[in-house]
């Protein structure tokens, strides 16, 4: 029996042997592609979280300057309609609520609007503009647009300028944020509960971490394009469409549970010549990318990408303390463990 105990513990002391050299492996490959096929510059205090699915294994490591461990949250800014759209088809399974059906059932929005639907607003093809009509007016401060646009005045805004609204241009892929901003309205309409409080109900056990902006007590310093210190993102509207924050180790856990999701049976529509949309993600297909799964998020001091393929059950996530984007690093790095990955069969 004390062999036995022996031969388990040298076992288990192996393993975790490996899984460290193949961390610090990986960490240095991705610090390469950084350097050299980048050549990106990071400023003092700023660098990037990254979390590597490899079919069982998860790495979860920092590069960079960043001065925040790995429970720091990031404000996710567009990837939030990734959970949105999850709870939304929760909610739609639970009452039984058909995708067909029309908008002004929920919202008090006129005529102008009545052919639009729920699974328009889903897949970005309800002709409604990517932000509010004259969203800008309202806007007082570029490092912070939404602060100034309470979501008292979204319909009766909507309303005010209807005749801008062409039903003509419904039915093509457009992607906006006010689509998702009126589906976590009609999520409140429905359960007479605060979208904060939904997704709390439905993520929150699983991962903590993810919750509203203004709930998060952690949120890392991020840096605008001049990399200048920028205060996050206020939401007093547009948080079903950009208002979540998460952590590394939380964001990369539920990306898993994306690896195993069965295909969607949703209508594909072409974003770009080589991007489509298949609701809730966009689907690269080049050559070296084929039916690769990614969406990114960006606020003015913090961006966040994700990509992965369910084929390889890979995914890499990324987490930046700045606003000047992610570039396609994600995406290379991906190739990488699918590559490596490949040899190694």
């Known amino acids: 029996m004390k062999r036995f105990l022996y031969i388990v513990f040298v076992l288990f002391l192996c393993i975790q042997y490996v899984a460290a050299q193949d961390l610090d492996n990986l960490k ?3 610090e390469k592609i950084i350097e050299y096929d980048y050549e990106l510059q990071l400023d003092e205090a700023e660098g990037f979280w ?5 079919s069982d294994s998860s790495f979860i490591f920092k590069i960079g300057n960043i001065e925040a461990d790995s429970l720091a949250e990031f404000q996710l800014g567009s990837l939030t309609k990734i959970f949105t759209y999850r709870s939304f088809e929760k909610l739609i399974d639970e009452n039984e609520i058909n995708t067909e059906t029309k908008l002004t059932q929920y919202l008090e929005l006129n005529e102008d609007y009545k052919s639009i639907a729920l699974v328009d607003l889903l897949n970005h093809t309800s002709g409604l503009p990517k932000e509010p009509y004259f ?19 979204l319909v009766s805004e909507l309303n005010n300028y209807s005749n801008f609204y062409s039903e003509s241009r419904k039915g093509e ?3 906006g944020h006010l689509n998702y901003a009126l589906i976590g309205s009609i999520m409140e309409d429905i359960t007479n509960t605060s979208y904060c409080d ?3 109900q439905d993520y929150g056990v699983e991962y903590p971490s993810l919750t509203c902006s203004q709930a998060s007590s952690n949120l890392v310093l991020g840096f605008d394009k ?8 206020q939401f007093p509207s ?5 208002g979540l924050s998460a952590n590394i180790i939380d964001l990369t856990n539920y990306i898993r549970t994306e690896l195993d999701h069965d295909e969607e049976t949703s209508q594909t529509y072409q974003a770009s010549k080589y991007l489509d949309f298949q609701t809730p993600w966009y689907i690269l297909n080049t050559k070296r990318s084929k039916k ?4 990114s998020g960006t606020t003015s001091g913090h961006s966040v990408f994700v990509c992965f393929d369910k084929k390889s059950k890979t995914a890499v996530v990324m987490m930046r303390n700045s606003g000047k984007g992610i570039l396609h690093l994600p995406l290379t790095i991906l190739e990488m463990v699918k590559n490596s990955k490949a040899k190694s069969k």
């Open 226 to 233: 001049s990399g200048y210190p920028v205060l996050p993102w």
């Open 198 to 200: 939904l997704i709390e």
């Open 238 to 242: 547009f948080e079903s469409s950009e």
């Open 50 to 54: 990254i979390g590597v699915i490899d």
């Open 173 to 175: 892929f457009a992607y």
């Open 292 to 295: 690769t799964h990614s969406f």
């Open 135 to 153: 969203f800008g007016k309202r806007s007082t401060n570029p490092d912070n647009p939404y602060e100034s646009y309470p979501k008292e005045i």
């Open 28 to 30: 240095e490959e991705v």
